[in-house]
């Protein structure tokens, strides 16, 4: 995988476990969220992340939650109500109960470009997108794809990957990085060969 810009690695919620494509969920904004304190009951909520990515929290006010864990985001709830004196320990649980939206961008040769959805709590590869996305033309540059991702800092990181290599079968690190799992937003881009 060629680097055009520094690049930052994924989240490692993001990364795959061996022989899976499972990924850890990661709060994103517009999720609606059911937040339960035990033994709380009147504490409990549901909420959806606004677009400072906080949820507001009876007593404690706004708690920052969009890009954690649903296990961290849970800690940080603890020790918001901890923290302002409210709860001693207290034992917090949420449940994502809408998912937002997360989509990737197909661009380029390929047979139906345009948004494809990703999977809520599994991963989706560069290939398995360009095959949702009907697969390459016959123009298509199938040895240049790139995937253009914007990072938490709001830097683009632009990686070059050989997904025909990998869909024929050949041996090389092309298999490894067409399999490169993608993130909400990111953009692929199948580029067109010159005849």
Same mark, same amino acid.
């Given at each position: 995988m060629t680097q055009i810009s520094p690049a930052q690695p994924a989240p490692a919620a993001f990364r795959p476990g061996p022989n899976s494509r499972a990924i *850890?969920? %990661? %709060? !994103?904004? *517009?999720?609606r969220l059911r937040v339960a304190i035990f033994q709380e009951d009147d504490l409990s909520i549901i909420s959806r992340v606004n677009a400072k990515g906080e949820v507001n929290l009876p007593l404690v006010g706004p708690?920052?939650?969009?890009?954690?864990t649903?296990? !961290?985001?849970?800690? !940080?709830?603890e020790r !918001?109500?901890?923290d302002g004196r409210f709860l001693r320990k207290p034992q917090v649980t949420i449940s994502v109960e809408e998912y937002a939206a997360r989509e990737v961008i197909v661009q380029g040769q390929v047979v139906s470009p345009g948004r494809v959805s990703l999977p809520i709590e599994s991963g989706m590869t560069v290939l398995d997108a360009i095959t949702k996305s009907g697969g390459f033309t016959d123009l298509a540059k199938g040895r240049a794809v790139t995937v253009t991702r914007t990072n938490p800092d709001g830097t683009k990181s632009v990686s070059t990957i050989d997904v025909q290599s990998a869909m024929v079968g050949k041996e090389s690190a092309s298999e490894s990085e067409a399999s490169m799992l993608l993130l909400p937003d990111d953009i692929v881009f199948v580029p067109m060969k010159f005849l």
């Amino acid at each position: 995988m060629t680097q055009i810009s520094p690049a930052q690695p994924a989240p490692a919620a993001f990364r795959p476990g061996p022989n899976s494509r499972a990924i *850890t969920y %990661i %709060i !994103a904004l *517009t999720d609606r969220l059911r937040v339960a304190i035990f033994q709380e009951d009147d504490l409990s909520i549901i909420s959806r992340v606004n677009a400072k990515g906080e949820v507001n929290l009876p007593l404690v006010g706004p708690v920052r939650v969009v890009g954690l864990t649903v296990e !961290a985001a849970q800690d !940080a709830i603890e020790r !918001a109500y901890q923290d302002g004196r409210f709860l001693r320990k207290p034992q917090v649980t949420i449940s994502v109960e809408e998912y937002a939206a997360r989509e990737v961008i197909v661009q380029g040769q390929v047979v139906s470009p345009g948004r494809v959805s990703l999977p809520i709590e599994s991963g989706m590869t560069v290939l398995d997108a360009i095959t949702k996305s009907g697969g390459f033309t016959d123009l298509a540059k199938g040895r240049a794809v790139t995937v253009t991702r914007t990072n938490p800092d709001g830097t683009k990181s632009v990686s070059t990957i050989d997904v025909q290599s990998a869909m024929v079968g050949k041996e090389s690190a092309s298999e490894s990085e067409a399999s490169m799992l993608l993130l909400p937003d990111d953009i692929v881009f199948v580029p067109m060969k010159f005849l």
